[in-house]
């Protein structure tokens, strides 16, 4: 059986938990692949509700291995709390594995995060505050800790005290703050790695064996689409690839064995943190979809920004994953708008535009060009059949879906697992 990556389509919080948490059912393997824990998955079901930050959405199946990946940045802190809530509530992680090659996220990491954040100005990208961009820089410089180094303590003291020594000259002479402690901090991961030791492997074995018994696996991608940072709003992204090509890296899988692409979709768009969103609402409209919607961070708390769907950017989003169908969440917010938009092109500088630009520059001059629709003004959160979908609904989601270039395989009409209609089987 081929593995199925389940995407943020958008800027994030399109309702990727929910979906991993229902096709987890029927899976061996749920793997994430990339980020940290700057970014939340909500997941209701008969456990209660959850916001996950590192920890697979998969860890309720009670088949199911979860898996952190190498692409994922884990600040063990984070890991360990969260693993300790779902145990209190009744949750099983004894499946949970992490991989041996995923980097670290240090004290220090946390530190520059905020520093740097703060000597932006006006410029600020808005991060989380969670050390995830620092740690992938230094991932990137050679400058990274890995999780298997902490399981050889010798390796770990000789690597951080060279590291630390590097990082505390800038603490201090750059941005004039005390330096860190090597025995504080070497100690303190000293004991993380003695919690997690049992959980360390080398991950991509597991997906293999999993692969060659002809076994599901879902790899779970984290933020969205737009937030990559080669393709997404750039500077104003995430650290690591949430794309389909970045869960092959991130897990250690061959993209060849990829066998179907979900890309997840809110039937509005939200974004939070700074950079261009074209379809942003700053009206009364963009307050309703956010109030009705509860749209604030599962992360930050923060307020999220809100806006029609913009379909060229879902088009974007379609093409450079791949997708083989998508997920619509969300749908039953919309339920009492007497009229939507949805986003057909973009006028920039006076000529209209169907694709989306790479400088943030011209973005933030794009006026999206909008398409009206009637509202079905009716209830749908307690639907379970497309067909029994008001027409004004399917009429509109047939509208997304044939804009953003791709067939729909699932309807989300509200939070829970049940409030989920299958269109068209994913496999």
């Known amino acids: 059986m081929p593995v199925i990556a389940v995407i943020g389509a958008q800027w994030g919080d399109e309702g990727k938990g929910k979906v991993i948490d229902l096709l987890a059912e029927k ?3 749920v793997a994430r692949f990339s980020g940290g824990d700057n970014a939340g998955h ?6 209660g509700e959850f916001g996950l930050h590192l920890v697979p959405s998969g860890i309720f199946s009670a088949q199911a291995v979860c898996l952190i990946g190498n692409g994922v940045v884990i600040n063990p802190s984070v890991l360990l709390g969260e693993i300790d809530l779902l145990n209190q509530r009744g949750v099983d992680t004894s499946r949970l594995f992490i991989s041996d090659r995923a980097h670290l996220i240090m004290p ?3 530190l520059f995060d905020g520093l740097e954040e703060k000597a932006r100005g006006n410029q600020a990208i808005g991060t989380t505050g969670k050390g995830i961009g620092p740690a992938f820089a230094d991932k ?12 050889d303590r010798e390796v770990l003291l000789e690597r951080l005290g060279h590291i630390l020594d590097y990082k505390n000259t800038i603490l201090t002479k750059v941005y004039g703050v005390s330096p860190l402690s090597l025995t504080e901090v070497y100690e303190q991961y000293c004991q993380f790695g003695e919690r997690l030791a049992a959980c360390i492997r080398d991950t991509s074995l597991i997906v293999e064996e999993a692969l060659s018994r002809d076994e599901l696996v879902l790899l779970e991608g984290a933020q969205g689409a737009l937030l990559d940072p080669d393709f997404g709003t750039y500077p104003y992204t995430t650290s690591s690839s949430p794309l389909a090509g970045g869960g092959s890296l991130g897990i250690g899988v061959s993209p060849t064995r990829i066998g179907a692409i979900l890309g997840v979709f809110k039937a509005y768009s939200t974004r939070v943190g700074g950079g261009p969103m074209p379809t942003e ?4 409209t ?6 009705v919607a509860h749209e604030y961070g599962t992360t930050t708390g923060r307020a999220r920004r809100c806006g029609w769907f913009d379909a060229v950017a879902a088009r974007f989003s379609t093409r450079i994953n791949g997708f083989t169908g998508i997920a619509v969440t969300r749908l039953d917010i919309l339920d009492n708008f007497p009229s939507l938009k949805i986003c057909v092109g973009y ?3 006076g000529k209209t535009i169907d694709y989306f630009p790479s400088s943030i520059a011209a973005l933030s001059r794009c006026q999206p060009i909008y398409e009206e629709l009637p509202g079905w003004l009716a209830p749908t959160t307690h639907i379970r059949e497309y067909k029994k979908l008001p027409a004004k609904a399917r009429q509109y989601l047939a509208r997304l879906a044939e804009l953003a270039g791709c067939t729909i395989n ?3 009409v509200g939070p829970e697992r049940e409030q989920t209609i299958e269109v068209k089987p994913i496999l």
């Open 410 to 412: 699932l309807v989300c």
């Open 140 to 151: 990137v410089a050679r400058l990274g800790i890995r999780v298997g180094d902490l399981l």
């Open 108 to 110: 220090y990491h946390i």
């Open 281 to 284: 609402l700053k009206d009364e």
């Open 42 to 47: 909500t997941v209701i079901n008969h456990y």
């Open 27 to 29: 899976a061996k393997v």
């Open 286 to 291: 963009g307050d309703l979809i956010r109030k």
């Open 347 to 349: 006028k920039l500088d």
